[in-house]
């Protein structure tokens, strides 16, 4: 199960005579500070989830996010597990920076958050190589995970008023969409993305947008939800990619 066990003697007069105990500061995760609610909504997601694999069992063990003595309620949704989450949810928690290999590339990583979108998890943290916040996929993950020594070695930025979109939530490296959305979706577009993103508004009242985009099949099934009312001008490749992909749904 993964749990510590140290064996000693029990008294000294009778060396005989051993037990175990638990080492706390070998088990345990820090006390995260959790309200009672919290706590409560931790526990309802234990029994409501089915988290395959030990590790993620196991992290919610050791936050006290363990199940009634009656047995859990019946699972209405399974996640699958990662090899990785237990040591990457422990370092969050710990404050400690990792290491990894992904895409071919070391990479070293103040870890902040891990998430759960379209059946995978995703570890959201500051990829110190490229100075920016970056998303990377667990199962992408190529070499296991080398944990730093120093604890609490970084401060986690404040959390976002609101997730990622599904575009940003990849582990790809970015690139900077130009969306050309007509006039009559040109308002929802905008408001959805926000002013920032706005490049040029056209005399006949389309806009091009700015996306920036870590996640190629998400920034598509956006683009496809405009139907005929919204081109991808630049970069090249991601048009091209947009061309093939709808030609691939309507062959000929």
Known sequence: MGVPVVVEPVDDADPGTVGYRIPKDAYYLADPGLAADELAALHLAASAVRLEGADGVEALWKLGGEVAEEGPAPAVAALPGQAHQGTLFASI???????????????????????????????????????????????????????????????????????APPWETGGAEPVEAQLLVDADQAGWATGHL??????????????????????RDAFRSFVLGFLDHAEVLEPPDLRAEMVAWLEALCPA
């Open 194 to 215: 926000g002013a920032a993103s706005v490049l040029a508004r056209r005399p006949d009242g389309s806009t091009v947008l700015r996306v920036r985009v870590t996640n």
């Open 93 to 163: 928690s710990e404050r400690r920076r990792v290491g990894f290999t992904y895409r071919g590339k070391v990479r070293r990583v103040e870890p902040h958050r891990l998430s759960f979108h379209n059946g995978h998890w995703y570890l959201a943290g500051s990829d110190l190589g490229a100075g920016e916040e970056r998303s990377f996929r667990l199962d992408r993950i190529e070499s296991e995970v080398a944990v730093e020594d120093e604890t609490a070695s970084f401060e986690r930025p404040p959390a976002s008023a609101s997730p």
